[in-house]
């Protein structure tokens, strides 16, 4: 790998994974399709309209799919897309060096 | 790995790379020791300020390690700790997922 010059895909990556929340979401969400309230419950201290916020940035980023059940009440899913699952070596290689050194 | 319940270690990992900036200069340091100018130069619109902060909390954290060399004039270098040198699994898996995804 080259790190004598800043590479702007890598810029682009850690814009998204940079922002506040969004780190553990995606590692609640790698547990399997999850409701707004199940990952506000694995999320200490996040309000609503963050998680709201958060979830609608990661949908038009293609890295969150949201899926609306016509039932009655209305059941919404919030799943990874590809491009989400793909985040699974960075969420991993975040766990071990915690467990080492936090 | 368990990802039914967050993990307190995970959460205090991403607390520290979540920072804006962090995983732009975590990235330039793996390229070896680096003065400050050296690291401002890879990192566009980061104001002398910033980089400042930034460097003081992860000197703070144990990732980072400032060397004066008592010349003249004086030379400061900054290079990544074992703690830090420990997160290159981290950035290579983020470079990777933003050279297929971004």
Known sequence: MDYTT???????AVDVLGKKWTGLIIRVLLGGPKRFKDIKGQI????DKMLTDR????????????????EM???????????????QPVIESIQAWGENWM
């Open 44 to 47: 200490a201290d996040m309000s």
């Open 73 to 87: 009440p209305v059941r919404i899913e919030y799943e990874l897309t590809e491009k989400g699952h793909n985040l």
């Open 6 to 12: 800043m590479c702007p895909k890598y810029e682009a």
């Open 55 to 70: 979830m609608k940035e990661l949908e038009s980023q293609g890295i969150v799919k949201r899926t609306v059940f016509p």
